[in-house]
Structures are given as structure tokens and as C-alpha cells.
């Protein structure tokens, strides 16, 4: 052995050499019965590390996997079970069915010809309408101002609007005027100042067609 070779360089080197000659397919008889051994048992032991290595993270996997499935478990279990807040709500809309809240249900729902849920509505009035103590719920609708208003614009909103708002149901419709949208098709040449007037015109109209606004 050289002086200044150490036993890993050596280990290294005849590990490299086996390597180089194999794959040139020259002969490995100048090497020594010495340095032959270490790089066999070199060999050896980096493939059994590799081994126990490759082992070891297959076992960290199928720890993981199953550590999200129980996970999962749990969370599905926790997520099934009726939360106190659930069961408060509950509690707070569990009230009587009236007559005059199935007036209010049958009149809302003469607005339009289809309602996607009328078990929706009938909780929504339970929970909120005629006769609760919580705040007025909500209706919505949008319009464009788009120009002069034609007769089902007007007068049958007017109407609709006042079916859902009738006094003692307590609701509360809100517009929502769609000014960008008129300003994008370009109603009243997209000049934001006009389209303002024009909805402030249909109010007008509503007003005048029996609309309450209160």
C-alpha cells in the first residue's frame, strides 16, 4: 500500500478499478488477493445498506399511509356528528307552522314559475319570517339601466316585488343596479353619468307603479 493512501482511498480506488476493468472486460489478475477482498466486502456491505435503507423507507410509507387513514377516519366520524351550533340552530327555528306563514310561503312563490327548493323557503320563513324575532330576510334583484322601461319591467316588478314584501312578512327586497354592466354593453354610449339618471328614472317608474319602497 502507498504510504499516503489511506484505507477508504483505497477501498475507493480498487472499488473504482474493479469497476473500470469489468466494464472494459480486461483482466483483474494484476490486482491483489488483498485489495480484491476489501473491494468485495465493500461491495457487499454497500449493497446490503442499500437494501435495509430501501426496507427502512418502505416501512416509513406504510406508516404514513397508515397514519392518514386513521386520520381520515377520525375526521370523517367528527365531521358525521351534529356540532352544538347545529343543534342550537335547530332549537331557534323549531317553531310552529302557521297559516298565515303558509299564505306567505304560497304567495312567494306565485313570483316565479319554479322554486328550486320549497323546503329551503319553508325554513327560511320558519327561521326568519312572519311572527320571528330576527332581522327582515333578504330578496334580491338586479336590473340594467338600459334606457325607457316596457310594461313587465315596471308595472308586473312592482307587482312581484310587493308579493314578497307584503306588510307583517317580515322581508326585505334589495336592487342591485347594474351600472358596470350597463357601461360595458355600451347603454347610453357608456357615459356612467346618463346610466346613473336612468336609474334613478326607474325608480321613478316603480314609485308610480304602486311599488312600496318603504
Request: glycine share 6%.
Amino acid at each position: 500500500m502507498h504510504p499516503a493512501m489511506t484505507e477508504s482511498s483505497l477501498i475507493l480506488s480498487v472499488t473504482k478499478r474493479f469497476s473500470v476493468l469489468d466494464i472494459a472486460g480486461v483482466s483483474s489478475d494484476n490486482i491483489s488477493s488483498k485489495e480484491k477482498g476489501i473491494a468485495l466486502s465493500t461491495l457487499k456491505s454497500n449493497k446490503t445498506a442499500e437494501k435495509e435503507k430501501s426496507l427502512k423507507s418502505s416501512d416509513n410509507d406504510n406508516n404514513n399511509n397508515k397514519k392518514n387513514k386513521e386520520e381520515n377516519k377520525k375526521k370523517k366520524e367528527s365531521d358525521s356528528k351534529p356540532s352544538s351550533n347545529s343543534k342550537s340552530k335547530a332549537t331557534t327555528v323549531s317553531r310552529e307552522w302557521t297559516g298565515e306563514l303558509q299564505i306567505d310561503n304560497d304567495r312567494i312563490l306565485t313570483v316565479g314559475e319554479e322554486c328550486i327548493s320549497k323546503e329551503e323557503l319553508k325554513s327560511l320563513l320558519l327561521a326568519k319570517g312572519r311572527g320571528s324575532s330576527s332581522a327582515p330576510f333578504h330578496l334580491y334583484d338586479g336590473f340594467e339601466p338600459s334606457g325607457r322601461m316596457h310594461i313587465a319591467q315596471g308595472v308586473f316588478k312592482a307587482m312581484n316585488v310587493n308579493k314578497c314584501t307584503d306588510e307583517g312578512t317580515n322581508s326585505k327586497f334589495i336592487f342591485w343596479v347594474a351600472d358596470w354592466f350597463a357601461l360595458m354593453n355600451d347603454k347610453m354610449g357608456g357615459d356612467l353619468q346618463k346610466i346613473k339618471i336612468v336609474g334613478e328614472y326607474l325608480i321613478e317608474v316603480w314609485k308610480a307603479a304602486g311599488m312600496n319602497l318603504d
